[in-house]
């Protein structure tokens, strides 16, 4: 009796474990969605509910000093190293995936409404940016 009791036990919590991985929180490997090629580390973090992320390393030697020269807000001219491109995004209580916030591509300056998927227990995570009824999907790799 007390062998079924810790494998229950065990059980549980590996599936909590998992669980506890199938959100956008961490650090990512972006993917991009036309080339293939690895870009960037993004740094989710959960403020209190309340996610966005940053860029904590760029892949690409040759652009380590890229600037946002197409950004039309308060980040233009700034450093694509470090910048928030990630910001305001919640957990839907109806779906099993984060949105409501928004995604900026620094290469071309533009910001997109933003739904964030896990896939895979969370090794993987779906990123869509939409702009009206268009979108493109990256799918990103869980580095931590």
Avoid at 8 to 17: D, G
Avoid at 23 to 43: H, N
Avoid at 45 to 70: H, M, T, W, Y
Avoid at 103 to 130: A, Q, W
């Amino acid at each position: 009796m007390h062998k079924r009791n810790w494998i229950a036990l065990a059980l549980a919590a590996a599936s909590s474990v998992a669980m506890a991985q199938a959100t956008p929180q961490g650090l990512w490997r972006t993917i991009d969605d036309e080339t293939g090629k690895e870009k960037s580390l993004v740094r989710i973090v959960d403020n209190g509910g309340v996610f966005g992320g940053r860029i904590e390393k760029l892949l690409d030697p040759a652009k380590q000093d890229s600037k946002c020269d197409k950004c039309s807000d308060a980040r233009k001219g700034q450093p694509v190293l470090g910048m928030t491109i990630l910001e305001n995004v919640r957990k839907n209580a109806d779906e099993p995936y984060w949105d409501g916030g928004t995604i900026l591509d620094p290469n071309n300056g533009k910001s997109y409404r933003v739904r964030l998927t896990p896939k895979d227990g969370g090794k993987t995570l779906e990123v869509r940016g939409f702009i009206g009824p268009f979108y493109r999907n990256q799918t990103w790799q869980r580095v931590e």
